[in-house]
DNA sequence: CCTCATATGTTCGCTAGCACACAGACGAAA
DNA sequence: TTTCGTCTGTGTGCTAGCGAACATATGAGG
């Protein structure tokens, strides 16, 4: 493909380490229809869902049907088709690129605050990532014909919808300058609030090789990062289990990124608690 | 502001040469109303805009208002509000990001292909990064007012404009891997390409001083992947001024996000010659 | 033709992060 | 308890790109 491309030795090892999460689930496809989280309150957990004025709620309500997103499923592979808009109501997802070489990066996140699958109101049915569960949760999906009708309307939805594409820019493009120019210290502790800012508690279920694969980096890199972290008591992890400790502290590492991506939000998302 | 933040020293003057950018461009503002140019053809010059059915085409007519984009001027600022949205029909724009520190990286790339402004109708307003114009052109530009009765119509310049997006997104995106994975030669293949592509000739006015701000690295690295690309006789440069000769021999050095990006564009956004 | 600001070339030491290769450490299952 | 797979820690080169300081070239304007 690329003649001085950097070597993929190292890459071939994250590569495995993404079809294992593939593997995973394709073992595990979406189940739980109709659990006992399906409350009519469970919607609001979701800040989009919540923002809507009642008349388009009602008109989506049917629509929407609960699902669990377990860790590692893949809600959309690059250039597949979707079928459902997902709106998380707990979790993480990721949007992760990855290479011809099989190496990779994250370039957004979304939690319970928006929804994954903006293709397919953007138009195009389809983008160049994949978004892969990065830690357990639910979520409503919504099949494709309900989701084009109710965009068309031209009204509080796709007013959401839009403002919701207009931060995954914001964090796509802070992502893309914090790999230029950031210390991998710093972009694990932006990576780190990002992640547990999508968290009821502050405990992460993640190893330092898939952490490395979000990133974009060596597992190394993030062994020693998260090690300069735990020294300083801001975080605890053994063995896939990240605790963050010392909140203020990783705020005050992080690089300027985290606060435009979370202003950013603020601004365009303002997010109200829902009645 | 980061404590384990690189240097500033050298970002300083790559901040100093942007600021010369933006005086250039306060001394000049948008001339040009009611040029030579303005001939009915020259909005088929935007692919948007050619794009369009006649009903809006004919409907947006009269908002447009041709104006000239020189060098370095500033379209719109991190942060700033935009009164008009852009359809350049020739020259390039560059949607850039500036850190507190005054490092920058480009984060995606407007020619005539496309249009500038997209937070106008994604609802935020404004952005957290900067368009500057890269190469001096012209563009058709549609007051805010004009652009949302439109957009609210939810018809095929929706439609566009949405889909323009979504490869604007994809840009980001694949610049976003590319800073991490990718070598600056390659980086710097990949910016040519896609430059060039926005231009009728394959001449660039763009020192390696600027290009480095772009890429968001030294201008000695610009230098020197410049200086292999000429011994290659891929290029032809000197004092500001670039020339593609070998536009195969830059394809076959590039990584695969031009490719990418380039592809995704014709998916989505594919130009028919206006008739 | 000369001058001078601007653009480009080059050098040297330095650091972050890479590749590769193991060693330990923990925990779930047998 | 033992075993074994998975995580994490560490070390040894190595390279790309950084910072800084300076040398050279070149073209536009006097």
Same mark, same amino acid.
């Not at 592979?77 to 690129?97: A, H």
């Not at 928006?114 to 892969?132: C, D, H, K, P, Q």
């Not at 009821?200 to 490395?212: G, R, V, W, Y």
């Not at 990133?215 to 890199?221: H, S, T």
């Given at each position: 493909?690329?003649?001085?491309?950097?070597?993929?030795?190292?890459a071939?090892?994250r590569?495995?380490?993404l079809?294992?999460?593939?593997?995973?689930?394709?073992?595990?496809?979406?189940?739980?229809?109709?659990?006992?989280?399906?409350?009519?309150?469970?919607?609001?957990?979701?800040?989009?869902?919540?923002?809507?004025?009642?008349?388009?709620?009602?008109?989506?309500?049917?629509?929407?049907?609960?699902?669990?997103?377990?860790?590692?499923?893949?809600?959309?592979?690059s250039?597949?088709?979707?079928?459902?808009?997902?709106?998380?109501?707990?979790?993480?997802?990721s949007l992760l690129y990855v290479t011809?070489?099989g190496a990779s990066s994250e370039i957004a996140i979304?939690?319970?605050?928006? @929804?994954?699958?903006?293709?397919?109101?953007?138009?195009?049915?389809?983008?160049t990532n994949r978004?892969?569960?990065?830690?357990?949760?639910?979520?409503?999906?919504?099949?494709?014909?309900?989701?084009?009708?109710?965009?068309?309307?031209?009204?509080?939805?796709?007013?959401?919808?839009?403002?919701?594409?207009?931060?995954?820019?914001?964090?796509m493009?802070?992502t893309s300058?914090c790999n230029r120019?950031?210390?991998?210290?710093?972009q @694990?502790?932006?990576w780190?609030?990002? +992640?547990?800012?999508?968290?009821?508690? +502050?405990?992460?279920?993640?190893?330092?090789?898939?952490i490395a694969n979000m990133l974009g980096v060596?597992?190394?890199?993030?062994?020693?990062?998260?090690?300069?972290?735990?020294?300083?008591?801001?975080?605890?992890?053994?063995?896939?289990?990240?605790?963050?400790?010392?909140?203020?502290?990783?705020?005050?590492?992080?690089?300027?990124?985290?606060?435009?991506?979370?202003?950013?939000?603020?601004?365009?998302?303002?997010?109200?608690?829902?009645?």
């Amino acid at each position: 493909m690329c003649l001085t491309e950097h070597t993929p030795s190292n890459a071939t090892a994250r590569l495995l380490s993404l079809w294992r999460i593939r593997e995973q689930a394709s073992r595990r496809p979406p189940p739980d229809k109709g659990s006992r989280l399906k409350s009519a309150n469970n919607h609001r957990k979701n800040h989009l869902l919540a923002a809507l004025p009642e008349e388009s709620y009602v008109r989506l309500l049917p629509e929407l049907e609960l699902i669990a997103m377990p860790l590692g499923w893949v809600l959309y592979e690059s250039g597949g088709r979707l079928n459902y808009l997902y709106f998380p109501i707990s979790g993480i997802v990721s949007l992760l690129y990855v290479t011809t070489n099989g190496a990779s990066s994250e370039i957004a996140i979304t939690g319970n605050e928006g @929804l994954v699958g903006i293709s397919l109101f953007m138009g195009g049915e389809s983008t160049t990532n994949r978004a892969v569960v990065q830690c357990a949760g639910h979520a409503y999906r919504m099949p494709v014909p309900a989701l084009k009708m109710e965009f068309a309307l031209g009204g509080a939805f796709q007013h959401l919808a839009l403002r919701y594409t207009q931060t995954l820019i914001t964090q796509m493009a802070q992502t893309s300058v914090c790999n230029r120019h950031h210390s991998l210290d710093q972009q @694990l502790c932006r990576w780190l609030l990002l +992640s547990i800012d999508r968290l009821k508690d +502050s405990e992460l279920i993640m190893t330092q090789e898939l952490i490395a694969n979000m990133l974009g980096v060596r597992r190394e890199g993030v062994t020693e990062a998260a090690g300069k972290l735990q020294q300083a008591k801001l975080i605890n992890y053994s063995r896939g289990k990240i605790t963050v400790l010392n909140r203020p502290g990783l705020e005050k590492r992080v690089c300027e990124c985290y606060a435009v991506v979370k202003n950013e939000f603020e601004r365009l998302l303002p997010y109200r608690v829902p009645a």
